[in-house]
């Protein structure tokens, strides 16, 4: 697999190999060993998801202040725009964000560790979001930062129609009002 670190360092690219002729494909899409070294630490999930939302959906940004969560993030139908934001105060990157197109086709994932917000916008008509998560959902724990806080300054793609949000997602916090990792 090649792995590739965005401008968070510790968000990373991952690419598994795939092989592919006329009947298809087959790809290893995790590998306890591969990953583990591929983050330089020993990783254990406690959780897999899978949703499938339509066009125009825009979840997130999400986060957990207990329980945090890292999320291994992947789509097995259609295309998002995958995105995390570092919110870890004592982090050089704190406030910045990285973006990565995420489809059936490129194969790619992309690692989000603890500490950071994670949202997806939905690209395609409808897209299966598959991801891997190191502590269970708590709902007591969990936050949300808007996804337009001109504070983040977000580079959303436009899909031709507004982006469809949840009541949790239409009450999230600004950057000015949410609850960071030290």
Known sequence: MKVTPT?????????????GDARGFFMESFNSKAFDEAVGRHVEFAQDNHSRSAKGVLRGLHYQVQQTQGKLVRVARG????????IRKSSPTFGRWVGIELTEDNHKQLWVPEGLAHGFLVLSESADFLYKAT??????????????DPKLGIEWPETGVLPQL?????QASTMDNAEFFP
């Open 79 to 86: 295309a998002v725009f995958d995105v995390a934001v570092d």
């Open 7 to 19: 401008l968070i360092p510790d968000v990373l690219v991952i690419e598994p190999k795939v092989f």
């Open 166 to 170: 949840s009541g949790k997602d239409l």
């Open 135 to 148: 502590d269970y959902y708590a709902p007591a724990h969990e936050r949300a930062i808007r996804w337009d």
